[in-house]
């Protein structure tokens, strides 16, 4: 099997404005994502989107056009493994961002998985079946009472676990909302927090005793991905500090994290290393017993590829459901959904398993790269 060609259908969706503030800005208005298509020679087409909803995918499509189709084009879809090889010196010498390879690789995944049959956690080798999601919402409150009344709203609908955004809030504020929220939710929920690496040293210690005395289950990038703090921060603590959303390479970082013993979980997402580097990512965690939690990835199929690593893993705990769900769903025919018992269920068709809704796609359409 040979790809003969590479495209990207270009939309433009609007994102309804369903009046959520946040200090990450206010999610409506219009956003151009791309549904990428990768075709072989013997008809089967790989798919992805490309884009998260706040950047859109301009930034990326040219890359993905210029740098990686004429690597592509002529190729076995299986070398995947080779193309990984190709990144260092296709970002040295072409300027490649490592989220513009992502969609590739999981396009490339879903060809094989089509190919063969089977769902691609299937192909990575599968462990579980199912997975327990946590919900979470982007910063918006400017008050405890604000994630109180987001908690209830929350385990109203059904979770377990939720993992609270702070955003601004100040050091006394922040540690007043972490002990409402865990007497009113009680103990039999599980609770993280994650500040998107906004704390100096200083605050994130004095929030993190806070997380300690109400059991969070994790402390999420407390302060900058690059600090040099990010040990003495997590032997100071009992709650497991998880880095890290915010780098550009997770795999790498993820790497530094283990060898300087920092963190005590990592961060990855396949909008940032694909398939095959997320697989990679949670396989060098598992070797040396961490967790790798698996962020959102920012659009439908990205996130639907991040449950095929998890289904393929053991050492992730939960699914991060994202809300508002309508600035990132869209496109599918069926998307991600929660079982009666709240749990999210391994699909069962091959590939990625989601069919793309292409009367949708067509009905946003305004171009196409090639």
């Known amino acids: 099997m040979k790809i003969i060609d590479l495209r990207i259908d270009v939309i433009k969706r609007d994102l309804p404005d369903i009046g959520l503030d946040s200090d990450l800005g206010r999610f409506f208005g219009e956003v151009e994502q791309g549904v990428l298509r990768i075709f072989t020679d013997e008809g089967i087409e790989g798919n992805c989107f490309v884009g998260e909803f706040r950047n859109g995918s301009n930034s990326l499509n040219k890359s993905i056009i210029d740098v990686l189709k004429p690597e592509l084009i002529g190729r076995d879809p299986s070398e995947r493994e080779y193309l990984w090889s190709r990144l260092r010196i296709l970002s040295a010498r072409k300027g490649l961002r ?83 929220v865990r007497d009113h939710v009680g103990g039999e929920i599980e609770l993280m927090l994650d500040p998107n690496c906004g704390y100096d040293f200083r605050k994130a210690y004095e929030v993190g005793k806070s997380l300690d005395d109400n059991a969070f289950y994790w402390y999420e990038d407390p302060i900058p991905y690059y600090s040099d703090s990010i040990s003495e921060l997590s032997n100071k603590l009992s709650v497991p500090i998880c880095m890290s959303d915010q780098s550009d390479n997770q795999f790498f970082y993820g790497a530094r994290m283990i060898r300087d013993r920092s963190s005590r979980l990592l961060r990855g997402t396949a909008s940032k290393l694909g398939i095959t580097g997320l697989k990679k990512l949670c396989s060098t965690a598992e070797a040396f017993g961490y967790n790798c939690e698996i962020g959102t990835a920012g659009n439908s199929l990205m996130n639907v590829a991040n449950l095929h690593v998890i289904f393929s893993i053991t050492n992730c705990d939960y699914f991060e459901w994202w809300k508002p769900l309508e600035a990132h769903v869209f496109g599918l025919q069926e998307n991600i959904s929660r079982s009666e018992s709240g749990f999210i269920q391994a699909p069962t068709s091959p590939g990625l398993g989601f069919k793309i809704d292409w009367d949708y796609i067509n009905s946003k359409k305004i171009g196409t790269l090639s």
Not at 99 to 118: E, F, H
Not at 151 to 175: C, M, N, Q
């Open 98 to 180: 490592m989220n513009a390879w992502a969609p590739v690789d999981v396009a490339l995944w879903d060809i094989a998985g089509k190919a063969a049959g089977l769902p691609i956690y299937k192909l990575l080798g599968a462990q579980r079946y199912e997975i327990e999601p946590y919900a979470t919402y982007p910063p918006r409150h400017k008050d405890f009472q604000g994630y109180v009344e987001e908690a209830t709203e929350i385990i109203s609908e059904g979770f377990r676990a939720y993992k609270i955004h702070p955003g601004v809030l100040s050091t006394k504020d922040t540690r007043e909302m972490v002990s409402k």
